[in-house]
Nanobody, 124 residues
Framework: QVQVVESGGGLVQAGGSLRLSCAAS????????MGWFRQAPGKEREFVAA????????YYADSVKGRFTISIDDSKNTGNLQMNSLKLEDTAVYFC?????????????????WGQGTQVTVSS
């Protein structure tokens, strides 16, 4: 059974940094996307960032471009989301997802496996 587990969330002041981690287990992944989505209270889940395992192409939402960096360790099926210069509006539950094969990285329906989410709270 595939499991996706996020870690690293927490409370941080505006302008600070957090590093989220994602670990996928239960099968060997090749040719996949690892993506991060977030959902704030009362809002729909939105795309944050994604990376392709082949070629390591990265994709970012405009709202986080230049502040967030996504990476993966393909050999371990793990990934990270480095979040710098955090803003109040970054407060949300952050979800890691893994999608096998080629699909649009920013579309949530293309992902096969999801974690339970980790809370990120940015305070003033």
């Amino acid at each position: 059974q595939v499991q996706v587990v996020e870690s690293g969330g927490g409370l941080v002041q505006a302008g600070g940094s957090l590093r989220l981690s994602c670990a996928a287990s239960g099968r060997t992944f090749s040719n996949y996307n690892m993506g991060w989505f977030r959902q704030a209270p009362g809002k729909e889940r939105e795309f944050v960032a994604a990376i392709r395992s082949i070629g390591l192409n990265t994709y970012y939402a405009d709202s986080v471009k230049g502040r967030f960096t996504i990476s993966i360790d393909d050999s371990k099926n793990t990934g990270n989301l480095q979040m710098n210069s955090l803003k109040l509006e970054d407060t949300a539950v952050y979800f890691c997802a893994v999608g096998v094969g080629y699909h649009l990285a920013y579309v949530s329906s293309g992902y096969d496996y999801w974690g339970q989410g980790t809370q990120v709270t940015v305070s003033s």
